[in-house]
């Protein structure tokens, strides 16, 4: 599949697409430590225990004591797992998370229905309203799936509505859709694009990461910045995007951003090649060539033509002159049994 970049590079450029637990002072902790307890007579150290132990309680905080509508807002964007994980804490937490526990089995059938999956039809609206009843049990995972099959369905006003809710309540995928809506939408509104794409990337999601590095490259909603885009660049495909691996890949190989360093960018070149991304298997089969390692440039060149790089074709019948018919079914041989490693995007 020929990979391409969001937005569309100008020719001028050298890239092709590029606690609950407060602390306490030391006096407190001492009142109730075991040496001052040893002191005591028997009778006066069991009722000195139980008081501690309350008063420890009360000092560093009482989980069961968090407000419900705090913890719904902390819990919105947990999965499953965390869900089960955070019930487990307290009966106060299991009781005031079941909304959301009962929020996973709606997400789940909407994914059946939207996917045709596990012997379900695909049937977009059911899913739509599976999505829907999560989301109103507060699940901003459920808020994100209904406001993708609205984007999807041109119901744009509701996706950027469901995919705020979302954002708002620290969802990075929410956020981050709710950036790209916003650069997508007529009219754009590029100062709250940049501003959730920056939460969410700040918050770890690497898709986000990426498309804020393409503004910041790109210049197309900000002032280009290609040392701070360079930055997100890293953090993105260092988190597994694949698109982010060759964009990296060229900042060090032309020095765009940051200092200039071929073995780096080569070294981010093959990883971007050997998850699957056709134009950087094309520029290392390019590089193996030139260096004479022609088995594996035919390797990459290969996979590169069979990802859309038709120019592969032509550079890999010039090395086919070179080699055996053995060489030239053995490399063929290997394309065919080749895979990409796994990759977020």
Known sequence: MKQRTWPCRSEASRFTSLSFLKPQDKDKRTRFSPINRATTKSSTSTSTSSRSSSSSSNEFGDFSM??????????????????????????SWRDALKPLRESMLFLRWGKKFKHGRGGVRANLDKALDSFLKGAALGSTLAMVDAGLVYWETGDKDKAVSLYR?????????????????????????????????????????????????????????????????????????????????????????????????????????????????????FEHGLTLFSEGAMLKAVLYLELAERGGETAAGHVKEVIHQQLSATSRHHAIQQANNWRALPATR
């Open 165 to 281: 809710r979302a954002a708002e309540l620290g969802d990075a995928v929410g956020q981050c859709n709710l950036g790209i809506s916003y650069l997508q939408v007529e009219p754009t509104n590029p100062k709250e694009a940049i501003k959730w794409l920056r939460q969410s990337a700040e918050n770890g999601y690497v898709r986000a990461q990426y498309q804020l590095a393409l503004c910041l490259h790109q210049g197309r909603v900000v002032q280009p910045n290609m040392v701070e885009a360079s930055k997100w660049y890293l953090k993105a495909a260092e988190g597994g995007y694949v698109r982010a691996m060759y964009n990296i890949s060229r900042c060090y190989l032309v020095g765009e951003g940051l200092h200039q360093n071929r073995k780096l960018g080569s070294k981010w070149m093959k990883r971007a090649a050997d998850h699957g991304h056709s134009k950087a298997q």
């Open 66 to 91: 968090l407000p419900f509508d705090i913890l719904m807002k902390i819990a919105a964007p947990f999965s499953l797992p965390n869900l089960q994980a955070a019930s487990s804490v307290c009966k």
